[in-house]
Structures are given as structure tokens and as C-alpha cells.
């Protein structure tokens, strides 16, 4: 009977434990809910320094081949939201960016990525810039762990196509945001 109940206790901490497995998480040292001067674009009446913060994320799904991030302004008053930043092909060993790695002339994106169109018609990081005296807006960042290890996809490609793409070989995703007024 106690070989019984030392199997038993042993599945029940078992199941106990894999109930507190960590999940997939996104994380900013940079971001605290606000984006700052250096997350705000330099253009369109907005005089920010347009850096990407620094991004990590852990507890990946063991069977990822690749990431990707995308930073997303669903408030934008054009139907379809906005676009900021959209890097792919991110290689499964990696699991951060640095600050600033949106900045294509710097060269600080991982080795193999690939930082396609946003809605201001170039790739790389586009900081937020809502319109004066609009509520503030969200800016969603997500890391999108995927199954496959390369997109087909180039640096011309639209966000909308890269969004779908990316939905198709999503195996998890995970989230933050930060908002923006001016």
C-alpha cells in the first residue's frame, strides 16, 4: 500500500508542477507602461529619437525555429491601425534585441533577420506619433515564436502580408504594451 501512495504522490507533484510551468513571456527594460522621447518618432510633427527599446523573452516553446516582433498601434485613425516595426527570421537561439536594433544603419538586429516595410514606407523601427490631442494610443509589442525557420519573405514585404504569414507558423505568442499621447 505505501508503494501505492508514494506512486500516487508522486504524480500528483508531478501534474502539481507542470501546472506552474512557466509560460512564454515578453519583457522590456526600457518600457514602463509610457513610451518615452526615445521610443517617439522623428518625423511627422513628432521630435522623439526613434530608438526600439531593448526586448526579451523567455520560456519559448521547445520546438521553435525562429522568432519575430512586431509593434502594432491599433488606435491609428486610418481603419486598419499602423505598423511600426515588423523583424523576422530571428534565429531560435536568440532571445532578446538590444535597444536601438530597429535602426537598420546601425546593424544591431540579430544576424540573419530580416526588418521588413512598416506604414512609413521603410523597414525598421518607426516610433509612435499619434495625432496632437488624440487620446493616447496603444502600442502593442509581440515576439511570435515560430515553427518554421525562415519566412519567405523580403524587406519590400508589407506588414499585412508578413502578419499573415507570421499567423501561419505561429506556435505562441506573447505581449506587452505601452501607450503614447501627445
Known sequence: MKKYMAIIIGFGLLFAGSLHAEEF??????LKGQLTQTQVF????CSGKNISPSLKWTHAPKDTKSFAVTVYDPDAPTGSGWWHWVIFNIPSNINKLKANAGNIEKNLAPKGSIQSMTDFGKPGFGGACPPEGDKPHMYIFTV???NTEKLD???ETSPAMVGFVLNQHMTAKASLVA???R
Do not use: E, N, P, V
Request: glycine share 16%.
Open 25 to 30: 513571456t515578453l519583457k522590456s527594460d526600457d
Open 42 to 45: 522623428m518625423g511627422f510633427g
Open 144 to 146: 511570435y515564436a515560430l
Open 153 to 155: 519573405l523580403t524587406a
Open 179 to 181: 501607450y503614447f499621447g
